[in-house]
């Protein structure tokens, strides 16, 4: 079982940053595709980023690319979201997850993602 952490979250005006982090821990030997997804409230969660949890092949949701980064520290157990140029339309809970799936095949499917984080609230203020 892996167990995800996440932070980083919190307010900020439009235009503004911020950098999320999921530390991950326990069988983390098990996890080969790593996500960043967010849930709007009574919307279903959906994809942002995706990378392999040794990094390389970044995916992005349109509605993100070109604003928000995916990067690892693979010595940290560590996935990283940098989020820039924020908007408020950006304003949702943020979850890290992990899939021992390909990313190819993982992409954004909720379902192939067996390990999540808590969340951490991202709001973002016009």
């Known amino acids: 079982q892996v167990k995800l952490v996440e932070s980083g979250g919190g307010s900020v005006q439009a235009g503004g940053s911020l950098r999320l982090s999921c530390f991950a821990a326990g069988n983390t030997v098990s996890m080969n595709c790593m996500g960043w997804f967010r849930q709007f409230p009574g919307r279903e969660r959906e994809g942002v980023a995706v990378?392999?949890?040794?990094?390389?092949?970044?995916h992005y949701a349109d509605t993100v690319l070109g604003r928000f980064t995916i990067s690892q520290d693979i010595a940290m157990n560590t996935v990283y979201l940098q989020m820039d140029s924020l908007k408020p339309e950006d304003t949702a809970m943020y979850y890290c997850a992990a899939s021992p799936f390909d990313c190819a095949y993982s992409t954004f499917t909720v379902p192939e993602y067996n390990n999540w984080g808590q969340g951490t609230q991202v709001t973002v203020s016009s």
């Open positions: 990378d392999y949890s040794r990094g390389g092949h970044p």
